[in-house]
């Protein structure tokens, strides 16, 4: 695949360098240590307890739970981007193993997923098929890049074994509830003993006792963690399955596959996860994750502080939440979401006298108005509907309610900028201080009040104005009745007495509200988890007894959802296991003391989130049949610790993707799993880093089209393709953009120990930087150097003497152990490999044979980059075991410091600064550094400069113009 080949590359045959590292070489070595640490089992971690347990003293270590986000096993196999996290993982596992740490590293498989299902539905073969073989095949390339997984610890998240804990945790958040006085998740026993004691009152008024069993289960379903509600989804036809809001991108589509998004109104399971909004935002706090993460997340979680304040209509009245309660003087009309259901009750036979045109859209009465305008909203996605830039529409439903604080009556209208999900689904809406009522109010005539004094001098006149006028620095004006002023306040004052206000007066209160929807969790599709939930002849929903699990998934002939008509109401999908009777259609006992009867099991499956959501707890434990994890194994890995108080693996590496879908259901699970008391960590991850992309050159042709990227030749600066021109453009790697290379071929060409050192030295790790297959030989003859250093070439032995090194030596040594240790503690590989690249050079220059104090380092700090050849040279230095559990040497200062000199900095011939500076600095460094000397700067006092004398490292003498 590359044009260079290596052997000849050298300049030498390979018979005159019988023992030169070659290709060949690294392939024997490599496949050679391989096998030696799997079968030695040399990266196994021993647990404090169990079936992993191993040595005490190990145990007694520190530890350190580093991981990946583990992957989907595509059937296409890896690229050689895909592991550029997996290798830095193992770096920073093999640091820390030889830092003194108890180090738990390990890769399992995400395993549900789409492509396969979507293939099984095309070809008919089983996904699990498709799924292993993409395992398999993905386990024996990442074999080949030696990472250091202890491979006791893997599985993928289709082995019944695995699954059967995913469902088994569904179960205790289906159990529980959450309890906001004690702000955490109780089992849902203790709510329903409250409800049959009195302690707490039933919604809906009554007692317990007197509830029918399916009454009962109703007034659960509110409070349960999980449960099943009828509420509009987001329905996909072109996936056939519904989707959480997380996986529906921001123009509506599908995040996978791009498919459009609407909305149905389908019974879908949910999981409670609004309950820990503010948890989930508050715990953020003492992680150490990109902040660019953190963000997102609360973004997403939206928390925005206001009230709800009730505006009377016809003896009832409607609730708004409102950011700003302070403008309630300028709210001149209401908008309900057209979903809204109090607006059929208050929409008139007739439209009231005097309705303006322009309200009515044309309509001849209330009721066809705001039929006509809801059919038409219905079509529209979320996001279509609250695009920024569109023409504001809506109706008047013909009734008017009253403004609270000045009894002004106020046109309610429907319009589709008002969301029925977020806050009450109702606005009061301030033409003057918000921008899209202020659209609203020129497009339908209604009246703009200034109620905030603008400080940009447009004036108070809203006639003249082109926009709403927002500024927290603004004051309040025209905003006082009889009982209450905010004219002149700051906003932020205004809003506090105005809250304060509303509830003395009963009319409203101060709130939180989030923009946080719970997370939909069930979906028509055949490779997932199936819900461990059978329903009896009630409809009433029952748990499967954990005798009972896992519930495996019955062998289907179809794998394919039917899908259905989204606006007709009485059609449903057909889900895959729906169709299966005997699987669906079951007698059992679940040991309820109600003894074998008929069930119908639930037929959607879970998502694809499931099984990562908790996939970290059963590295620590993964054949436990017993328990998820047991608890004292999982404090001694993820327990809290000083600086972590929630807990949670120590480093977690992976694309900067799943801001908010796995790693906000990910910290979900662990929540609910903590309050419960199955685990002692609140935060599944304390440490995140996410990696950046490594991208490739696409080359495409006169037509656009991509042409493969190894045919590639380069002349004059330009590219071509069988004679012809072609465009060069940075471009993700894949097959369908002909740029892929996998990283067996690097590793036929180089090794593997090359291509590992290769991707680590390409840049910062979070940095995206684009794939040079033509510069990978660099790193290969940073190998070939080190290995030159160690050992002859024409016999194969060690050249290494028992002498003391010289100073110079000892110093680049010392710095170079010095750097290599910050710089790999902080995931800084690429300079971590650019000062062992410079320790190598010095000892090549020096020449000679190495002293063995010199060659033992060298070979030490190379190890966790290149664990083969540097095992290997171990080895060959005459030790016995493994270069795996050796400690990393530690610099001694004496050698680290630099030696400085002084020099003195003299303006027309007087001293005006001495500087202490390393004797190797050259004069146009030393010029640079005496000019920008806070003394020298200051003598000069701005004078311009004539000359500058350098004399390196001693003298500077400037001469002022
Ligand atoms: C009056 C007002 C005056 C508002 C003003 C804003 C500025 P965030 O910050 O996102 O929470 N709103 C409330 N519910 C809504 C819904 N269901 N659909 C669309 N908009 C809704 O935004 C809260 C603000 O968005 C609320 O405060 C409300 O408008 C609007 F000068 O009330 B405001």
């Not at 500024?471 to 306040?489: E, M, R, T, V």
């Not at 380069?714 to 993700?732: A, I, M, N, S, T």
């Not at 290769?758 to 790790?765: I, K, Q, R, S, T």
């Not at 005496?930 to 500058?948: Q, S, Y």
Request: net charge negative; hydrophobic share 40%; glycine share 8%.
């Amino acid at each position: 695949m590359s044009e260079t080949n290596p052997a000849a590359a050298t300049g030498m045959s390979a018979d005159a360098a019988p023992h030169r590292y070659t290709a060949a070489m690294a392939a024997e070595i490599e496949a050679r240590w391989q096998d030696f640490w799997d079968a030695d089992g040399t990266y196994a971690a021993p647990n404090p307890e169990g079936d992993l347990a191993g040595d005490p003293a190990v145990v007694a270590r520190p530890k350190k739970f580093i991981m990946d986000m583990f992957p989907y096993p595509s059937g296409a196999g890896l690229h050689v981007g895909h592991p550029l996290g997996y290798i830095a993982t193992d770096v920073f596992a093999r640091f820390q193993r030889m830092t003194g740490h108890n180090v738990l590293h390990t890769l399992g498989f995400d395993a549900f997923g789409l492509p396969a299902e979507q293939h099984a539905v095309q070809t008919g073969e089983h996904p699990r098929v498709t799924t292993e073989a993409a395992i398999n095949n993905m386990k024996s390339q990442l074999r080949r890049l030696g990472l250091g997984h202890d491979k006791r610890r893997s599985f993928a998240t289709i082995d019944p074994d695995y699954y059967k804990w995913t469902q088994w945790i569904f179960l205790q958040i289906f159990n529980s509830w959450y309890d906001d006085e004690a702000a955490k998740a109780r089992p849902i026993a203790e709510l329903v003993a409250q409800f049959e004691s009195g302690e707490r009152a039933v919604p809906g008024g009554g007692s317990w006792d007197v509830l029918s069993a399916t009454e009962r289960a109703d007034v659960l379903s509110g409070f349960r963690l999980a449960y099943a509600s009828d509420s509009p989804v987001n329905w996909c036809p072109g996936l056939g399955t519904v989707l959480a809001n997380e996986e529906v991108t921001a123009d509506g589509r599908s995040e996978r596959g791009n498919f459009p998004v609407f909305k149905a109104k389908l019974r879908q399971w949910n999981m409670r996860i609004t309950a820990y909004a503010d948890r989930l935002l508050d715990d953020l706090d003492a992680l150490d994750w990109p902040e660019a993460i953190k963000l997102q997340q609360r973004n997403w979680i939206g928390r925005s502080e206001g009230a709800r304040v009730d505006f009377p209509i016809d003896g009832e009245h409607i609730t708004v939440f409102t950011t700003r309660p302070d403008t309630l003087f300028g709210a001149s009309y209401m908008v309900l979401a057209p979903e809204h259901p109090l607006v059929d009750k208050f929409v008139p036979a007739a439209w009231p006298e005097g309705t303006h045109d322009v309200w009515t859209g044309g309509y001849a009465t209330p009721g066809e108005a705001v039929a006509a305008y809801r059919a038409q909203a219905a079509s529209k996605s979320d996001v279509e509907r609250q695009a920024e830039a569109k023409d504001k529409t809506g109706v008047f439903i013909g009734a008017y309610a009253t403004n609270p604080v000045n009894g002004e009556q106020v046109p309610v209208f429907i319009a589709d900028y008002v969301l029925m999900g977020y806050g009450t689904g109702a606005i009061m809406a301030v033409p003057a201080g918000d921008q899209r009522d202020f659209e609203f109010a020129r497009a339908f005539e209604l009246p703009i009040v200034c109620i905030v004094e603008p400080t940009d001098g447009r004036g108070t006149d809203t006639a003249t104005w082109e926009s709403a006028f927002g500024s927290y620095d603004a004051k309040i004006i025209n905003s006082s009745n009889d009982d209450i002023s905010l004219d002149g306040l700051p906003v932020a004052e205004a809003k506090a007495r105005i809250t304060e206000w509303l509830a003395r007066k009963g009319i409203g209160e101060g709130t939180v509200n989030f923009r946080l929807r719970d997370w939909l969790f069930s979906r028509q599709r055949y490779w997932g988890e199936p819900f461990p939930i059978v329903y009896d002849e009630d409809g009433v929903a029952h748990s499967l007894p954990e005798s009972m699990l896992p519930l495996e998934l019955p062998e289907v002939e179809d794998y394919s959802p039917r899908t259905f008509a989204p606006d007709d109401a009485d059609t449903s999908p057909e889900t895959p296991l729906s169709r299966n009777e005997d699987w669906v259609n079951v007698t059992l006992d679940l040991g309820d003391g109600r003894g074998p009867r008929a069930y119908r099991r639930e037929t959607n499956t879970m998502p694809n989130w499931a099984g990562s959501c908790w996939y970290e707890l059963r590295y620590l434990d993964p054949h436990n049949s017993e328990q998820l994890v047991d608890p004292e194994i999982e404090r001694y890995w993820m327990g809290p610790r000083e600086g972590r108080p929630h807990g949670g693996v120590d480093l977690y590496v992976g694309g900067a993707e799943h801001a908010v879908l796995h790693l906000l259901y990910a910290r979900f699970w662990s929540k609910v799993l903590y309050d419960l008391g199955h685990v002692s960590s609140a935060e599944p991850f304390h440490k995140l880093f996410n990696q950046g992309m490594i991208q490739a050159y696409v080359y495409r042709d006169s037509r656009g089209f991509p042409v493969p990227a190894a045919e590639i030749e380069e002349r004059d600066g330009g590219f071509y393709f069988e004679g012809e021109p072609v465009k060069r453009e940075l471009g993700k790697m894949g097959k369908s953009l002909k740029n892929s290379v996998t990283p067996e071929a690097i590793c036929a060409e180089y090794g593997a120990d090359t291509l590992r050192l290769y991707e680590m030295a390409m840049g910062p790790l979070d940095v995206s930087r684009p794939w040079d297959t033509r510069a990978v030989v660099g790193q290969y003859r940073l190998l070939q150097r080190l290995w030159r250093n160690i050992v002859d070439e024409a016999t194969g032995e060690v050249t290494v003497v028992d002498t003391e090194a010289d100073e110079p030596t000892l110093r680049a040594l010392h710095k170079a152990i010095d750097g290599v240790r910050q710089d790999l503690e902080g995931l800084r590989f690429n300079t971590a490999i650019a000062k062992i690249t410079e320790l190598n050079n010095h000892l090549t220059k020096a020449g000679g044979a190495l002293p063995r104090t010199v060659a033992e380092g060298l070979v030490l700090l190379v190890a966790p980059l290149a664990p083969h050849i540097a095992e290997e040279l171990w080895r060959k230095l005459g030790h016995t075991d493994s270069v795996v559990h050796q400690d990393l040497p530690v610099a001694d200062p004496a050698y680290v410091v630099d030696e400085s000199v002084t020099c003195v900095v003299q303006i027309k011939g007087k001293v005006k600064a001495r500087l202490e500076v390393s004797p190797a600095i050259s004069d146009e460094e030393l010029e640079k550094v005496a000019l920008a000397d806070e003394n020298v700067v200051k003598a000069l006092d701005g004078a311009g400069i004539r000359k500058v004398i350098v004399r390196a490292p001693k003298l500077v003498n400037i001469v002022p113009a």
